[in-house]
């Protein structure tokens, strides 16, 4: 299973701070979890064949689980959850899209 997640900065966010957490912090306490195969963060930089347009969406985060019930029950530790909380702040109203494989 995939769970792809959108979204953007809050205003006032500082782009480095953020990209600095999710480097050093983010990725690899996600990447730790036993559900977890993959984890990445990626950065929209255009919209494909237009030039001029701009993405909707500022970041994206694409999580690759071995199961949403391991993957929930790990997250929702008191460990994980203290050390996720930064998100909140940097994040305005994520988007975390469940996908299934064709």
């Given amino acids: 299973m995939r769970i792809i997640c959108l979204f953007n900065l809050k205003d006032g966010v500082d782009i480095s701070e953020y990209e600095e957490w999710a480097k050093t912090r ?31 969406f500022g970041y994206i985060e694409i999580i690759d689980i071995t199961g949403l019930e391991k993957f929930v029950s790990e997250i929702s530790s008191d460990d994980f959850q ?3 909380a930064p998100f909140q702040g940097f994040a305005d109203n994520p988007q975390f899209i469940l996908t299934e494989n064709l």
């Fill in 26 to 56: 983010d990725i690899p306490k996600v990447n730790g979890l036993g559900s977890v195969n993959s984890f990445t963060v990626h950065r929209a930089t255009g919209v494909f064949g237009d030039d001029q347009a701009t993405p909707h």
């Fill in 82 to 84: 203290q050390a996720a």
